[in-house]
Every structure is written in C-alpha cells, then in structure tokens.
C-alpha cells in the first residue's frame, strides 16, 4: 500500500525558512521515478492551491505566488521530495499536502506550514 508522508511544517516567522519532505512509503523506485510529484496548499474555506511540482526528467514549475522563494526537488534514491521555502510570508500560512500523480493518484495527509509576522 502506497503513503505519501509529508514532514517539516512548524512555526517560524516571517522571513524565515522551513523544508517540507514528502516520502513515498510503499512505492516501487520505478514507479517514483516515472511519475510527477506535486505541491498544494490549502487555507480553511478556499480551494486547495497548486504551489510547485517536479517531473520524472526534473523538470520543475511553480505557481505564481511562490516563484523566486521556494524550490522543489526530488531525491531518487530516497524516494522523497522536498520543498525548500524561503523568505516565508505569513500568507504562506496553510496546510502543504504533496501529491504523486500515478494512479490512481496519492495524496499525503498534510503539514501545516504557521508563518507569523
């Protein structure tokens, strides 16, 4: 059975720095490698919003709200993504769940991410 864990979230303050990590517990290498891993994010009461994501060839794209602060990478080895966030706003204040996009689709059950000012 395939879980998605994700780690990393906490309280800092604006301006500080926090890596998220999402294991893929249960996931053939192969199938990790293959497939897309993406980043959300989601505030009580508003849609869940597409923050970053990394390809099977390590390509990367990241919403408009985060480009310039926060990257994404994938260790294969390991089966594991990261988000790397910097510069922290208390806007980035959500819930960060990640989501590999084999199917059936996996979606972990989330990190909190508190940015206070």
């Known amino acids: 059975q395939v879980q998605l864990v994700e780690s990393g979230g906490g309280l800092v303050q604006a301006g500080g720095s926090l890596r998220l990590s999402c294991r893929h517990l249960g996931m053939i290498l192969s199938v990790f490698r293959s497939y897309t891993t993406a980043w959300y994010r989601q505030v009580p009461g508003k849609e869940r919003e597409f923050i970053a994501e990394?390809?099977?060839?390590?390509?990367?794209r990241y919403g408009d709200p985060v480009k310039g602060r926060f990257t994404v990478s994938r260790d294969n080895a390991k089966k594991t993504v990261y988000l790397q966030m910097n510069s922290l706003k208390p806007e980035d204040t959500a819930v960060y769940y990640c989501h590999n996009v084999a199917a059936p689709g996996y979606w972990g059950k989330g990190t909190l991410v508190n940015v206070s000012s």
């Open positions: 990394t390809s099977s060839t390590g390509t990367t």
